[in-house]
């Protein structure tokens, strides 16, 4: 990890984000901010939106986190099977 990593908050993030959308070039945003093109990049990406079902739509960053939680409630629950069948046979 870099020393010198600022940590940017969102709504700080938003605002860029908004930016770009209105039209504002990411060497623009760059260049006015001190921020990164790859920075800028990756918060644009993640607030796109992803379409779920008609109707419901959530951002990238919230399908990641969806996604990761989904993982560890899995792997919970496989261990939940393992002690199940651990006390069964006492």
Same mark, same amino acid.
């Given at each position: /990890? #870099?020393? &010198? ?5 969102? %709504?700080? =993030? =938003? ?5 770009? &959308? $209105? ?12 921020? $990164? ?22 951002? /990238?960053k919230?399908?990641? #986190?969806? =996604?990761? %939680? /989904?993982a =560890? ?9 393992? #002690? /199940?069948a651990?006390? #069964?046979?006492?």
């Open positions: /990890m #870099a020393r &010198n990593q600022r940590k940017y908050s969102e %709504e700080f =993030k =938003k605002t860029i984000v908004e930016l770009y &959308n $209105s039209g504002k070039s990411l060497s623009e945003l760059s260049s006015e901010y001190g921020i $990164s093109k790859s920075t800028i990049n990756g918060w644009i990406k993640n607030s796109r939106p992803v379409v779920i079902d008609e109707g419901e739509v959530v951002t /990238m919230e399908y990641k #986190a969806l =996604k990761q %939680e /989904m =560890k409630i899995k792997e919970e629950n496989e261990i939940l099977k393992k #002690a /199940m651990i006390f #069964a046979k006492k």
